[in-house]
């Protein structure tokens, strides 16, 4: 076997103490960020060295797809409540307020722990419609949602509009105005136009955290 570089030695620890602490696999990200490496090349270059020498072994097409060669690592599930349907162009009826939180719904789905990244207060919501197709998320799919209050400009969210009493999947902007400050939900779908609104006619009722894609 060739002699392995420091790099390439500290990349083989750090999957292997990673593996141990979390119980998945890192992502070439993470690799980049915990072995102080300059970019995600020089991480996948060191990467093909170590795989070659049958120290690691990686799955083609998954971001946590990196395994330490006789490191056993579980792949237990959580259950994760599915409370309904969310939409994702013309907004629905959000379900009651109470029903967001609880996790002693019927309907569930199982995840893989990296999904929800250790988050808490995590939940499903299947999306109807494709306002926000050019995000990667469509018709039928499920958005993994973490229950928050407040979001950052960019990150899409469900909204929950006060005035409409309806509830909506959107990236959410605040536009400062003469009034005092709006929001913009956006659609990530060119064919659609956004929603504009005052502030105070939204609340957040979760941020999308992963998506589970409809093969169809």
């Given at each position: ?84 349907q969310i939409a994702a162009g013309e907004p629905i009826p959000v ?122």
């Amino acid at each position: 076997m060739k002699t392995l570089s420091t790099r390439q030695q500290r990349i083989l620890d750090f999957i292997g103490r990673f593996g141990q602490d979390n119980n998945y696999p890192p992502t070439v990200r993470d690799i980049v960020a915990g072995c102080s490496i300059s970019s995600t090349s020089v991480a996948a270059y060191n990467l093909d060295i170590l795989e070659r020498e049958g120290l690691i072994h990686r799955h083609a097409g998954i971001s946590r797809g990196i395994e330490l060669v006789g490191q056993a690592i579980s792949r237990s599930s959580l259950k994760i409540p599915l409370i309904g349907q969310i939409a994702a162009g013309e907004p629905i009826p959000v379900p009651a307020p109470d029903v967001w939180d609880t996790t002693s719904l019927s309907e569930t789905i199982e995840v893989t722990p990296e999904l929800t990244g250790g988050r808490n207060q995590v939940y499903a919501l299947k999306v109807k419609g494709t306002s926000m197709i050019d995000a990667l998320i469509n018709d039928g799919d499920i958005v993994l949602m973490q229950s928050v209050s407040s979001v950052e400009n960019g990150e899409t969210a469900a909204v929950w509009l006060k005035a409409e009493k309806e509830v909506t999947l959107k990236k959410i902007y605040r536009e400062p105005s003469k009034t005092g400050g709006r929001i913009r939900l956006q659609p990530a779908n060119s064919q659609m136009k956004p929603i504009y609104t005052d502030s105070g006619n939204v609340e957040v009722q979760g941020r999308v955290i992963g998506v589970i894609r409809r093969l169809t």
